[in-house]
């Protein structure tokens, strides 16, 4: 065989479907995962052992589709089994038993419950350029806000994302040299009870729609913190932002807008501020070449069946915009979390 055809051979070889299956069974997994949240499995088997039969009374199903669901859940690491008996993984431990103070479950039950069957829609999505979780003649926030069901499952299901993007947050920003951080946006105050937990002479003021902020008043709950931190409801695109504060935050807000309403807010933000001021920008970013990383991509794509306009856009498209706001000395800095990787700071002299 001459050489050149042996190379490609030898390449193909290490080739093989795997992968494709991988991604084509993905909802598999997910749909495994929201079942179990929705059966409260990890929350009944907290702390505790059992066996198929024991568990399929637990969960009031048949004793076939429960052993089908545990080995599914066992075999995707949220649970352990030894003499045929199942607990709870860690990850399940930690993140998925209700109380737990960083439940994870609202996120699942979110995207399981709000987004999975617009997502069967992504064709329809690419092709016309629309939004696919809302009607034409309003827009995603107005029927958030105007549907109590629908504010619950996405207010818990941000909540349950940005408790662990604050923490992230609060650890990688010091906000010990700030008096005041404004969350526009802010709605269930994850980031701000994050922040003022950390820093104890920190106050914050969450803006955001009143609905959401009837969620905030209820996750307020640590001694202090309803002094500490205050609510002012607001339109970012009708009203000014309240001054007093020092440090702005927008996390997940720009990723819902176009780049001209992006432009809008950052500018009201920079009025807000006084000098000296900081305003961070947390969210999924998005290489410089948008050639990923994954999680940014596929959470671009969600703005796509979300937004009108919004996307998620690359470290260097947020900094342009901080720069023409105004807004100088712009710094990059990594953080870890599922509903950020990074964090913007721009200051204004
Ligand atoms: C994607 S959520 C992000 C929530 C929070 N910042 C976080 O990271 O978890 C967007 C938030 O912006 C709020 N919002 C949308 N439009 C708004 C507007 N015009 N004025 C004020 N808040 C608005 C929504 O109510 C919602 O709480």
Not at 57 to 82: D, F, N, V, W, Y
Not at 108 to 122: E, G, H, M, Q, S
Not at 198 to 224: H, N, S
């Amino acid at each position: 065989m001459p050489k050149k055809s042996r190379r490609t051979t030898r390449r193909l070889k290490k080739v093989t479907p795997v992968p494709l299956m991988q991604l084509i069974s993905g909802f598999w997994a997910s749909k495994t995962l929201a079942a179990a949240v929705e059966l409260d499995l990890f929350t009944k088997l907290s702390g505790r052992q059992a066996d198929v039969h024991q568990l399929s009374q637990l969960l009031g199903i048949h004793p076939r589709p429960a052993e089908m669901l545990l080995s599914a859940c066992t075999a995707l690491g949220l649970l352990g089994k030894r003499n045929k008996r199942f607990s709870n993984s860690s990850l399940a431990e930690e993140y998925l038993v209700k109380g737990n103070p960083y439940y994870f479950g609202g996120v699942v039950t979110l995207l399981d419950r709000r987004l999975y069957l617009p997502w069967n829609r992504l064709l329809e999505a690419l092709r016309t350029n629309r939004a696919q979780t809302w009607e034409d003649h309003s827009g995603m926030f107005e029927q958030i806000s105007s549907n109590p069901d629908k504010q619950r499952l996405f207010t818990e299901g941000m909540h349950s994302f940005s408790a662990q993007s604050g923490k992230a947050l609060a650890a990688a920003f010091d906000f010990s040299t700030y008096t005041q951080l404004l969350d526009i946006g802010g709605a269930s105050g994850a980031y701000c009870i994050e922040a003022v937990r950390r820093y104890p002479k920190l106050r914050a003021v969450i803006f955001d729609l009143p609905p959401a902020l009837e969620i905030a008043r209820e996750k307020i709950t640590e001694p202090g913190f309803s002094i500490r931190i205050k609510m002012h409801p607001g339109d970012f695109f009708k009203d000014e932002l309240p001054k007093g504060s020092d440090v702005i935050l927008l996390s997940m807000i720009l990723h819902d807008w176009s780049p001209e309403k992006n432009l809008m807010i950052l500018l009201k933000c920079f009025n807000a501020l006084p000098s000296g001021g900081t305003v961070i920008v947390s969210e999924l970013m998005m290489d410089d070449n948008k050639a990923g990383p994954v999680s940014a991509a596929l959470m671009s794509l969600n703005m796509l069946i979300e937004t009108e306009g919004g996307r998620n856009y690359s470290w260097a498209e947020y900094t342009a915009w901080l720069k023409k706001t105004g807004f100088k000395n712009i710094k990059r800095v990594n953080i870890e979390s599922p509903g950020a990787n990074g964090i913007l700071i721009g200051y204004k002299s």
